[in-house]
């Protein structure tokens, strides 16, 4: 049996593929990254997407480099 977010993973994908640029999997929890460029279409992919259609974000992170060129990551 796949867990829901094994196959949502894989959903996206296939539809972002490019987009993804690492996937971590830490206690059942998956965290994804994306590039920021496509994270607002993802976003609504995930949102009406009619198997899914997900209704809360729960975490969006970023990191900030005061130093560095880009800052944020």
């Known amino acids: 049996m796949k ?3 094994e ?3 894989e959903l996206m994908k296939r539809e972002f593929g490019e987009a993804i640029t690492e996937v971590e ?3 059942g929890e998956v965290s994804v ?3 920021k460029e496509k994270l607002k279409d993802l976003l609504s992919f995930l949102k009406f997407n009619e198997k899914f259609k997900m209704e809360m ?3 969006l992170t970023a990191v900030d480099f005061p130093h560095r060129s880009p800052r944020i990551q």
Do not use: A
């Open 7 to 9: 196959e949502l993973l």
């Open 3 to 5: 867990y829901l977010s």
């Open 25 to 27: 999997k830490f206690r």
């Open 57 to 59: 974000l729960v975490d």
């Open 33 to 35: 990254t994306v590039k």
